[in-house]
């Protein structure tokens, strides 16, 4: 098992933050790093995800590293997947590589996939937009 150390905990240097006493709902979509302090009621996609001891999500994640120390609930996809010590992860998990640190806590699916983003559903806007075109 591995443990997170401090300079792995912190928002990576660009990332952007959702601080707490922060709530979106919705599709929150960037190229680059997003920490989650607050809560996010919706679909995140991004390089690199975080959820903190006190970030909640709800819905589906698509990221190439997804580490949870908050709680989740929903679907995930993810190259790599960290459930930290503490956390609470309730749904589907689709990954690549996957660690599970003493005292997380996970209920539903776990999958292992060789791609797991290429098996991921197709963001909301995509979605909606191929609906009205029919």
Not at 87 to 95: K, L, R, S, T, W
Not at 102 to 129: M, N, T
């Amino acid at each position: 098992m591995t443990e997170l150390n401090a300079a792995q905990m912190r928002p990576a240097k660009g990332a952007l933050v959702i601080n707490r006493g922060v709530t979106i709902i919705g599709a929150l979509s960037l190229d680059g790093p997003v920490t989650i302090e607050g809560t996010i009621d919706g679909e995140v996609r991004c390089s690199n995800l975080q959820i903190t001891e006190r970030g909640e999500v709800e819905g589906l994640i698509v990221a190439d590293k997804v580490v949870v120390l908050g709680e989740f609930s929903g679907a995930i996809y993810a190259r790599e997947l960290v459930l930290g010590a503490g956390c609470a992860v309730e749904g589907q998990i689709y990954h690549k590589k996957l660690v599970l640190e003493e005292g997380c806590y996970f209920e539903g699916q776990s999958r292992r996939h060789g791609d797991p983003l290429k098996i991921a559903p197709l963001p909301l806007e995509v979605e909606e937009a191929g609906e009205s075109a029919a």
